[in-house]
């Protein structure tokens, strides 16, 4: 890999086209309740979200980027599990157990650029996990799974230990400045 890609550019890139897709994905998936409406938006969100860093470490990221992509994320993430909740197939505690990880990542992110100690952290194993076990608990929830809750409580419990995990690393890193 190149010691460009590595570097984040100082203007739009490719991936920071495919990561603002998920922008209005987020705003249909509520829209149409519509199973193949729903399956098609998730399968696009889920491809744009992996495919948003692919590209990046392929082609080349922004400044920009590290802030979108997190951003979209979590829009679209808030937006779907918006509908699990008033679909009352999650109680509301469930869904902020499966957004724990999100909830918890984005109050920090504000926490520590209010004083001052922000640090980047590269995605972690444990942060991926997360999010692939939330496209799996909406997929669940579209199809009207059997396994929605079982999947949901699985995503709390890997979202609990990659927030331990990001806490860890952010502190490491902390200390070494």
Do not use: H
């Not at 570097?7 to 603002?20: C, H, K, M, Q, S």
């Not at 409406?37 to 990221?61: E, H, N, P, S, Y």
């Amino acid at each position: 890999m190149s010691t460009s890609a590595l570097r984040p550019a100082a203007r739009f890139a490719v991936a920071d086209a495919i990561t603002l897709l998920r922008v209005p994905l987020a705003i249909v998936f509520p829209l149409f309740s519509a199973m193949p409406v729903r399956l098609t938006v998730l399968g696009l969100a889920a491809i744009t979200d992996l495919g948003d860093g692919f590209v990046a470490r392929r082609f080349g990221a922004s400044r920009l980027g590290t802030v979108l992509d997190p951003v979209a994320d979590r829009l679209f993430m808030a937006a779907a599990y918006a509908v699990v909740l008033c679909s009352g197939k999650l109680s509301w505690w469930e869904v902020l157990a499966v957004l724990a990880r999100d909830i918890i990542a984005t109050t920090a992110f504000f926490v520590t650029v209010a004083t001052g100690r922000a640090t980047a952290v590269p995605a972690r194993a444990g942060g991926k996990a997360v999010t692939v076990l939330q496209l799996l608990t909406l997929l669940a929830f579209v199809l009207d799974s059997s396994l929605l809750r079982r999947l949901a409580w699985s995503t709390a419990a890997v979202g609990l230990y990659a927030i331990w995990d990001y806490n860890t690393q952010f502190f490491r890193k902390l200390r070494a400045r």
